[in-house]
């Protein structure tokens, strides 16, 4: 079973960045699609970033031109940069397949919490 351990989360304010990794324990990224999203108190989580096994992105307009979905196949790494941050984007991020199925995983996660 592939595991995803993500990293990066932490305390900003609001107009700071931030950088999350996510390590796969495989060679997944060349062969799965892959997706960031992110879970708030009470809320469901969401997709926030999209990258195809051919490197085409996609986000959600909450997201748009401030945050960036990129893969480093030969790390087994994506990442998410995150700029422009507002309080709205503090939850949990993850990593997984996107789509991501009701059978897949998913690892702890990382905080990302922002001050106004």
């Known amino acids: 079973q592939v595991q995803l351990v993500e990293s990066g989360g932490g305390l900003v304010q609001a107009g700071g960045s931030l950088r999350l990794s996510c390590a796969a324990s495989g060679n997944i990224f060349s062969i799965k699609h892959m997706g960031w999203y992110r879970q708030a108190p009470g809320k469901q989580r969401d997709l926030v970033a999209f990258i195809t096994i051919g490197g085409a992105t996609n986000y959600p307009d909450s997201v748009k031109g401030r945050f960036t979905i990129s893969r480093d196949n030969a790390k087994n790494t994506i990442y998410l940069q995150m700029n422009n941050l507002k309080p709205e984007d503090s939850a949990v991020y993850y990593c997984?397949?996107?789509?991501?199925?009701?059978?897949?995983?998913w690892g702890q996660g990382t905080q990302v919490t922002v001050s106004s």
């Open positions: 997984n397949f996107a789509p991501a199925s009701r059978y897949d995983s």
